[in-house]
């Protein structure tokens, strides 16, 4: 179980020089669009509202917790939780490698597998083959969905699920059809909309962070063309989640 920091509405160079001095030991997300907070429905955190917490499920749901009462929180996340892979299989020259994975980090913990998938040693050859079907079962079952929404026509959503593949499963053996189905994926209609509207949608949140009252504003119409030249796509979606928090 870990404890994760969320500051909405600051920068980043703000957040890691208050995380230094008050030496924070969390991980912390930044957040200065408060794009991520709009998505917690948390409202809009301020000196008249800090204590919100979420416990963050074994699907990716977010459950409302109290602050006061972190304890029962904590036990009521953990019933029924367990690792992916048994943590008492692996060899403390896999410890490292074992919690990237556990955390969805696939590609840090590539060179270490690999290397001791070579292993001449049983014990830890057998952890880490342990670890390596985990690795196989998640990268198949993305391509697996990837190629039902290719099947569907379901481009974008193709499109996501192999480039998560390329990205995530970087320094495994990812099959070569990933890189000609991404190209491919990359020409149609769908793809281009919605690369063309994140891209968009990347320089009004870049003005969003600005401290001037002009560009923010500016942010603001570029947020609602955003939503009227693009209405569908992921970009719109989160503009007008971001318009809802201003």
Request: proline letters at 4%; charged letters at 25%; aromatic letters at 6%.
């Amino acid at each position: 179980m870990a404890f994760i920091a969320v500051n909405s509405g600051n920068s980043a160079a703000q957040v890691s020089q208050y995380v230094r001095q008050h030496r924070i030991p969390w991980p912390v997300i930044v957040d200065p669009d408060r794009s991520f907070e709009a998505v917690c429905d948390v409202g809009d955190i301020s000196l008249t509202n800090i204590w919100r917490v979420k416990v963050i499920t074994a699907d990716g749901g977010l459950v409302n917790a109290s602050a006061t009462e972190l304890d029962q929180a904590a036990a009521r996340a953990l019933d029924g939780a367990k690792w992916n892979v048994d943590p008492t299989k692996m060899t403390s020259e896999l410890q490292a490698a074992w919690q990237q994975i556990e955390f969805g980090n696939f590609a840090p913990a590539a060179p270490t597998l690999k290397r001791f998938l070579r292993s001449r040693k049983t014990e830890i050859k057998d952890a880490a083959t342990l670890l390596s079907s985990y690795v196989d079962e998640q990268l198949q079952s993305r391509l697996e969905a990837a190629a039902e929404a290719d099947t569907a026509e379901e481009s974008w959503k193709a499109f996501k699920l192999l480039t998560e593949v390329e990205q995530k499963f970087k320094g495994y053996d990812i099959p070569p059809n990933v890189a000609k189905d991404l190209s491919r994926l990359d020409k149609t209609e769908d793809v281009k909309n919605e690369l063309a509207a994140y891209r968009k949608l990347t320089l009004a949140q870049k003005a969003a962070r600005s401290s001037s009252n002009s560009s923010r504003k500016r942010a603001a119409a570029m947020l609602q063309l955003i939503i009227k030249e693009f209405p569908e796509t992921d970009a719109a979606e989160t503009a007008q989640q971001l318009l809802l928090t201003r």
